[in-house]
């Protein structure tokens, strides 16, 4: 189980890791002692969330948006660069539904996240 934006409180409850969202820039965590299979996750939407998450010692990145329509929209070409400009894993984020989740195929991503799609 993972908390979103509060590493503190997900180590007092003893979850399995945090998510650090793409607009959490802070490095404060840095100086923590974390148990030895606690996972960092974040997102991003450009080269630079990208970099700044490396910083924050994430161990796999949420890119979005793939295929939603919106401000971060990302398509699959753009999408496939940024994937490139990262040694983190990556997972697709961001409008996939029954009816484009094979073009996943034509991506770097290694899973995809969604709540359309399993609704």
Known sequence: MFISNNIKL???LDLDGAYIPSFNKSFEHLS???????ILLGSA???????????????????????KLNKNFLGINKFNKLSTHTYLNVIALGGINKQNRKKLKLTKCLGFAGISYFE
């Open 10 to 12: 997900a180590m007092k």
């Open 45 to 67: 939407h450009n080269h630079k969330e990208i970099k700044i998450k490396e910083s924050q010692k994430i161990k796999l990145i949420f890119l979005s948006s793939l295929f």
């Open 32 to 38: 923590f002692s974390f148990k030895k299979n606690f």
